[in-house]
């Protein structure tokens, strides 16, 4: 990776605990991605102390969800051949220098799009199956994404619409334009949410630290952090990011774990929010018995004094 490339938060070559797994058999049934954001509590651990900046899924978001919500998606690279996708509403636009981009690339936007928008057809419902999505690729012929590019791919995002917007990749150093690209991004009203890595003990990555993103963490179903999430300077929301399965071409299907899954799976609850009342309360809550906690409204700390994200 060069000294300023944008990766993706789960490289391939990233050590055991963070590569992503092989494709699995597909599971016999159609899942619903929301249930990776509903709370699950263990017959050992029934009153465990839960962070609330975990978010679960609401109980009054509509079966419609994301009806009327654009959604912004950054990614390496993308592939529509996913069966889950058919029919989804759609737009890619690629930046930068382009090549025939890897297969693991192309499966790592494709797992993320089949998060969001998956029409439930094969193996997957996503978290918001009737939003638009945009998706931005910008990976470059040596499989990174050039921060510039970031830049400017997150700029069209904001412009076309998007209200919430994803980005599962990071890096380490920081970069003046792609901090101005977010600045600019959240004046027009866009909720950015970017990964905030599996590289702890380091600080969470850039731009998941920007003070205009939300740094999203990542836990498994019943709350726990996972040890390689990064978590300094500070978390702003944590979802579940642990073991988590989607189609990546095809009808094939991969389990993942890390900050890249809990990233958009945050982006898409709060998308739901949105388009169920309006606008996304970002008031923490924290329920007094951690097993009504499936039942709580979404829990978070902000970096900022503003409290409600309202449709642009």
């Avoid at 950054?74 to 220098?97: C, K, M, N, Q, W």
Wanted: proline residues 9%; contains cysteine; glycine residues 8%.
């Amino acid at each position: 990776m060069g000294a300023h490339a944008v990766e993706v938060a789960e490289p391939p070559n990233a050590s055991i605990s963070q590569r992503p797994e092989i494709p699995l058999d597909p599971p016999s049934s159609v899942r619903d991605a929301a249930q990776y954001l509903q709370c699950r509590t263990t017959g050992s651990e029934p009153t465990r102390w839960v962070d609330p900046r975990v978010l679960w899924w609401p109980p009054t978001v509509v079966d419609n969800r994301g009806a009327g919500i654009t959604i912004g998606l950054l990614e390496g690279d993308y592939s529509p051949s996913v069966a889950d996708l058919e029919g989804a509403h759609i737009t890619v636009r690629r930046f930068g220098a382009r090549d025939n981009a890897s297969q693991w690339l192309c499966g790592h936007g494709s797992f993320s799009a089949s998060l969001l928008v998956g029409q439930g057809s094969a193996k997957l419902l996503g978290t918001v199956p009737a939003a638009r999505l945009l998706i931005a690729c910008t990976a470059s012929p040596n499989g990174m994404s050039q921060p510039d590019t970031v830049a400017e791919a997150l700029t069209w995002l904001a412009a076309e619409g998007a209200s919430v917007i994803a980005i599962p990749l990071g890096q380490h150093d920081e970069h003046p334009g792609l901090a101005d690209a977010l600045c600019a991004a959240a004046d027009i009203g866009a909720l950015i949410l970017a990964a905030a890595g599996n590289c702890a003990p380091r600080p969470i990555m850039f731009p998941a630290r920007d003070p205009h993103c939300l740094a999203v963490g990542a836990c498994t179903a019943t709350g726990a952090l996972l040890p390689n999430c990064a978590t300094s300077p500070r978390l702003d929301i944590i979802a579940r990011g642990h073991r988590v399965i989607a189609p990546i071409h095809d009808r094939a299907v991969c389990r993942r774990s890390g900050t890249s899954a809990s990233c958009v799976l945050a982006a898409g609850l709060i998308a739901a929010s949105i388009s169920a009342h309006g606008s996304w309360s970002a008031t923490p809550t924290i329920p007094a018995d951690p097993l009504s906690r499936q039942h709580s409204e979404p829990c978070i700390a902000r970096k900022n004094d503003e409290t409600t994200r309202r449709v642009r």
